[in-house]
T-cell receptor, first 113, second 112 residues
């Protein structure tokens, strides 16, 4: 079955440093979604990427979808303490049938003020 | 307010005692699903439902049941809970499959 690998598992940065998490799928994805989970909270949707090579920005966050639609990345510029949490990617390889979203294991980001 | 509501938020129970975790959404979403979250394993899908009366197994369905009699509700049933079902459970809904998922607040279940 589909596997979605996410690295790194943990990342600790100083406030102001950049952060990147990477997501790789064993199969070609129809789309990829990113979620953030604050400590003690629930996953919250950040963005969905659909097109090959797509790049989207949300303020200091940049999301990319690979040309082959098998990998993705989330980059945060100049991290802040509010960025703390676990970032998950979630991929769909169903091609529209039997839809199933498979989550990566997440990257836990901690930020030292 | 658009939301997914799970109850209870916390539950401690004993092995073998049947329990139900309720999930309700007020957004008229067609797609609903249940996940469990365990340290180091991320979010794993238990069951999902594409619409009323349509449910299917996810990655880890053993020991769980679901039903979807109404569009807004998607309860998770543990007929005979075991300690390996101790976990944090999330219900989620989306307008249709392949769109943004809204998660409930989570239910932390402990089976002793």
């Amino acid at each position: 079955g589909q596997q979605v690998m996410q690295i790194p598992q943990y990342q600790h940065v100083q406030e102001g440093e950049d952060f990147t998490t990477y997501c790789n799928s064993s199969t070609t994805l129809s789309n990829i979604q990113w979620y953030k989970q604050r400590p003690g909270g629930h996953p919250v949707f950040l963005i969905q990427l659909v097109k090959s090579g797509e790049v989207k920005k949300q303020k200091r966050l940049t999301f990319q979808f690979g040309e082959a639609k098998k990998n993705s990345s989330l980059h945060i510029t100049a991290t802040q303490t509010t960025d703390v949490g676990t970032y998950f990617c979630a991929g769909d390889d169903s091609g529209g049938s039997n839809y199933k979203l498979t989550f990566g294991k997440g990257t836990l980001l901690t930020v030292n003020p | 307010e658009a939301q997914v509501t799970q109850n209870p938020r916390y539950l401690i129970t004993v092995t073998g005692k049947k329990l139900t975790v309720t999930c309700s959404q007020n957004m008229n979403h067609e797609y609903m699903s249940w996940y469990r979250q365990d340290p180091g394993l991320g979010l794993r899908q238990i069951y999902y439902s594409m619409n009323v009366e349509v449910t299917d197994k996810g990655d880890v369905p053993e020991g769980y049941k679901v039903s979807r009699k109404e569009k807004r509700n998607f309860p998770l049933i543990l007929e005979s809970p075991s300690p390996n079902q101790t976990s944090l459970y999330f219900c989620a809904s989306s307008f249709v499959e392949n769109t943004e998922a809204f998660f409930g607040q989570g239910t932390r279940l402990t089976v002793v």
